[in-house]
């Protein structure tokens, strides 16, 4: 069944200069970009973004790491597009992420991962419209 996914290539990632190299695993791996931005998060919008982890003790330094410089926003379509994505990423530590994954291969550490991912259906329509309203969808 298809499905939508909230993908975010972070600060750490767009600084090293591998947006090009991950949007290209995740069409290889059958994901199609239906909807991208690239764009400066205020520490305000990294906050509601990830207001599920407000009481948090890293969520302080998670809001200014996302506000630290530009990201890539983008919605992927697909099969089963969370795990898929999921899996393309690794564990959210890098170091204990699968060998090949986006974050085994660009992230440096668990702030700092190379890419975000929605992690349920629910949490994928919140974040596909915290950023996208439903007609700058391109139909599937
Ligand atoms: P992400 O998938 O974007 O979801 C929440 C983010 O919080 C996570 O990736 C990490 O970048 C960040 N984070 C920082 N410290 C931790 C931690 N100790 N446990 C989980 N996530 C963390």
């Given at each position: 069944m298809s499905e939508r996914t909230l993908a975010i290539i972070k600060p750490d990632a767009v600084k090293k200069h591998v947006i090009g190299d991950i949007i290209g695993r995740y069409e290889r791996a059958g994901l199609t970009p239906i909807a991208m931005r690239m764009l400066r998060m205020s520490k305000a919008t990294a906050a509601g973004f990830y207001a599920v982890h407000k009481?948090?003790?890293f969520f302080d330094s998670l809001c200014t790491f996302m506000s630290s410089g530009p990201v890539v926003v983008l919605v992927l379509a697909g099969d089963n597009a969370i795990k898929k994505h999921r899996d393309l990423m690794g564990a959210t530590d890098p170091a204990k992420a699968?060998?090949?994954t986006i974050r085994a291969v660009h992230g440096t550490n668990i702030e700092s991962n190379a890419v975000h991912g929605s992690d349920s259906p629910e949490t994928a329509r919140f974040e596909i419209g915290y950023f996208f309203p439903e007609m700058d969808l391109i139909e599937e």
């Amino acid at each position: 069944m298809s499905e939508r996914t909230l993908a975010i290539i972070k600060p750490d990632a767009v600084k090293k200069h591998v947006i090009g190299d991950i949007i290209g695993r995740y069409e290889r791996a059958g994901l199609t970009p239906i909807a991208m931005r690239m764009l400066r998060m205020s520490k305000a919008t990294a906050a509601g973004f990830y207001a599920v982890h407000k009481t948090r003790p890293f969520f302080d330094s998670l809001c200014t790491f996302m506000s630290s410089g530009p990201v890539v926003v983008l919605v992927l379509a697909g099969d089963n597009a969370i795990k898929k994505h999921r899996d393309l990423m690794g564990a959210t530590d890098p170091a204990k992420a699968d060998k090949g994954t986006i974050r085994a291969v660009h992230g440096t550490n668990i702030e700092s991962n190379a890419v975000h991912g929605s992690d349920s259906p629910e949490t994928a329509r919140f974040e596909i419209g915290y950023f996208f309203p439903e007609m700058d969808l391109i139909e599937e």
